[in-house]
C-alpha cells in the first residue's frame, strides 16, 4: 500500500469505541477543553498547534474530545519514522494519520478533511532542556502555503501539561557533546539518520525513578479560525507566508500563556489534588 492510499481508504472508528479506548487515559491526566465551538464541522479547516515531549501524549485526547463533541475526526500528518514502527505505525493509520508529505497533505485538503499538523515535527518532540513550550518551526512555511492554495482557514490550538509529566536528564546537546555524540558525527551516522543530532530523542525521567509519565494534568485551548483567503493566489510569495506563519505562531504562543495561567490556578492540577477537590466543578 502506498502512503497515498491511507488518505482515501481510511474509515473512522466509532467514536464511542474510541471514548471507551482512551477513558483510562481521561482518568489519569483529567483533561480539561476549551474553544472546542471553534471546530466547525461545516467548514474543514488545518488545525496548527504545537508538539510537547514525545509527541504523544496529549494528541489522543483533543482528537478524542473533538470527534465526539464536534463530530469531526482529524487526520493527522505524521513524520515517516512512525509509520516505520511495526505496529505503532498501523494503530496511527487506524486513527486516521497519514504520512506527512506535501502531497498527503493536498490530498487530505482537497477531500474536505479537518487536517492536524505540527510544524515543530520531530524537533519540537525532541525536546531539550529548558524549551518547554517553545516552538521550534524554523523558517519552514510549507503548512501556510498550502492553507493559502486550497482556501483553508489556519485554526490555531495549544497544549499544556506533558511538558510538566518529564524531567529531561540527558538531551540532544548532552548526547551531541560526548564521545559518543562525536563518533557519530565523525562516521556520518548522525546526518545520515538522526538528522543532525534533531531525531535524538531526550532520556527522561517520569513517575519516581520510572518513564511513565506523572499524572499532571493536561490543557487544550482551541483558537478562532484565522481567514487565510486574504492572501488568495499568493502561495508561492516568501513574504506572505512568512508573516501568516508570525500570525499563526503568535496566536499558539497567546493560547499556551492562557493555559498556563488557567493551569497555575487550578486545585484540581495534580491527582491529590483532583481527589481533594473531587466536588468541586471545573470553571
Known amino acids: 500500500m502506498s502512503d497515498s492510499d491511507d488518505v482515501f481508504d481510511f474509515k473512522p472508528p466509532p467514536v464511542e469505541v474510541l471514548w ?33 515531549i514525545f509527541g504523544v501524549l496529549d ?18 500528518l505524521g513524520d515517516r519514522a512512525h509509520f516505520q514502527v511495526p505496529g505503532w505505525g498501523k494503530l496511527l493509520k487506524r486513527l486516521g494519520a497519514v504520512v506527512g508529505t506535501r502531497e498527503n497533505c493536498a490530498r487530505l485538503l482537497q477531500s474536505g478533511a479537518h487536517v492536524l499538523v505540527f510544524p515543530g515535527g520531530g524537533r519540537e518532540v525532541a525536546r531539550r532542556k529548558g524549551e518547554a513550550y517553545k516552538l521550534m518551526w524554523k523558517e519552514r512555511t510549507g503548512f501556510t502555503r498550502m492553507a493559502i492554495a486550497h482556501g483553508y ?3 490555531p490550538f495549544a497544549s499544556v ?27 556520518g551516522i548522525t546526518q545520515k539518520f538522526l538528522r543532525g543530532g534533531e531525531a535524538i530523542m531526550p532520556i527522561a525521567r517520569g513517575l519516581g525513578f520510572t518513564t511513565i509519565p506523572r499524572p499532571e494534568r493536561f490543557y487544550f485551548q482551541v483558537g478562532a479560525p484565522i481567514d487565510t483567503r486574504r492572501f ?3 502561495y508561492d510569495d516568501t513574504e506572505v507566508l512568512l508573516a501568516l506563519r508570525e500570525e499563526v505562531r503568535m496566536a499558539i ?21 483532583s481527589f481533594l477537590n473531587r466536588s468541586r466543578d471545573d470553571d
Open 20 to 52: 471507551r479506548l482512551f477513558a483510562p487515559l481521561r482518568a489519569y491526566h483529567r483533561p480539561r477543553f476549551f474553544g472546542l465551538e471553534n471546530i466547525d464541522p461545516k467548514q474543514p479547516s488545518l488545525l496548527v498547534g504545537n508538539h510537547t
Open 232 to 234: 488568495a493566489g499568493k
Open 161 to 187: 501539561g506533558p511538558e510538566e509529566c518529564y524531567d529531561i536528564l540527558v538531551d540532544a546537546n548532552d548526547v551531541m557533546k560526548s564521545p559518543l555524540g562525536k563518533f557519530l558525527d565523525r562516521t
Open 153 to 155: 482557514p489556519i485554526t
Open 59 to 76: 494528541i489522543p485526547h483533543l482528537g478524542v474530545a473533538i470527534y465526539r463533541e464536534r463530530g469531526v475526526i482529524l487526520r493527522s
Open 253 to 273: 504562543e497567546s493560547l499556551i500563556k492562557k493555559l498556563l495561567a488557567i493551569r497555575a490556578k487550578d486545585p484540581r492540577r495534580t491527582l491529590l489534588g
